[in-house]
């Protein structure tokens, strides 16, 4: 059993910044691909940022000079640091990692999501 669990959401301020985690946890043998996807009402789930086991990241363009992914290996943790934040960016934030479990095979695990709000 894999589970991620997202932390740091909450209520930021226009201009101000936040930082989420998300942690992965289980039977892991290692993590490949880890990223962060946000959600609003009656949208579609949309990729925020990605990175690789070997720390490449791809942004969409909404995060692209104010987000920062990163993530520690050692600890199986993904971090968003969001800067400059703007109301738009409101919205529930996901954790997503492609995991290779000690049972073997790759599955995609997704966490519960964390509320972000921002305040103008």
């Known amino acids: 059993q894999v589970q991620l669990v997202e932390s740091g959401g909450g209520l930021g301020q226009a201009g101000g910044s936040l930082r989420l985690s998300c942690v992965a946890s289980g039977s892991i043998f290692s993590v490949n691909a880890m990223g962060w996807y946000r959600q609003t009402p009656g949208k579609q789930r949309e990729l925020v940022a990605t990175?690789?086991?070997?720390?490449?990241?791809n942004y969409a363009d909404s995060a692209k000079g104010r987000f920062t992914i990163s993530r520690d290996n050692a600890k199986n943790t993904v971090y968003l640091q969001m800067n400059r934040l703007k109301p738009e960016d409101a919205a529930v934030y996901s954790c997503y990692a492609s995991v290779w479990p000690t049972s073997g095979g790759i599955m995609d695990v997704w966490g519960k999501g964390t509320l972000v709000t921002v305040s103008s």
């Open positions: 990175i690789t086991s070997t720390h490449t990241t």
